[in-house]
């Protein structure tokens, strides 16, 4: 079980420091298509498609660590109020509906991603066309950690197993 814990955080450490390099990048393509346009007064091709798809991946890349650091919407103050069974209880609840709902997001995009695999579908018009399937794979790979990470954060938070310490929250 530690080795699934272990690997889910650093699976998902690695996942959220590659989102923010890809953050830092697109923020500086921002900049440059800025700059680009004043000075210049034409902006660089395609950096709205890029944006576009860029901010899903992000999001979807950081999910992972974001549930397994703790740092999805929950009450705390409400959470240890409670005594210990029903915070267990309430906890487990939260999981699994966490799990079920990116379990449906990943049944979702299997279809989709694929789709978009095998016809090369893209996303733009005009100078820059951006390939859909990385952000649907992305999509895929994002739900499947969120949900393996539900799972360890209930095994470790409802069911007591001993936390790999690697993750922070």
């Known amino acids: 079980m530690r080795y699934l814990i272990r690997f889910s955080d650093q699976l998902s450490k690695f996942l959220m ?26 902006a660089i ?9 860029s901010i899903v991946m992000i999001v979807y890349l950081q999910l992972g660590y974001a549930i397994r650091s703790h740092s999805m919407l929950r009450s705390d103050t409400l959470l ?11 906890l487990l609840a939260g999981y699994a509906l966490g799990a079920a709902l990116f379990l449906m997001i990943l049944r979702g995009t299997i279809d989709p991603a694929l789709y978009a695999w095998n016809t090369s579908e893209f996303w733009g018009e005009g100078a820059l066309r ?9 999509i895929l790979v994002g739900a499947a950690l969120a949900i393996v990470n539900y799972a360890v954060a209930a095994l ?14």
């Open 130 to 138: 951006v390939p859909v399937w990385p952000t649907r794979f992305m």
């Open 45 to 53: 091709p395609g950096v709205r498609e890029i944006v576009i798809s």
């Open 156 to 169: 470790i938070d409802v069911f007591g197993f001993e936390d790999a310490g690697t993750t922070g929250g």
């Open 80 to 90: 240890l109020a409670m005594p210990r069974t029903l915070r267990r209880i309430t």
């Open 17 to 42: 420091v590659l989102a923010a390099f890809w953050a830092l990048g697109l923020s500086l393509l921002i900049v440059a298509d800025i700059i680009a346009n004043n000075l210049i007064g034409d």
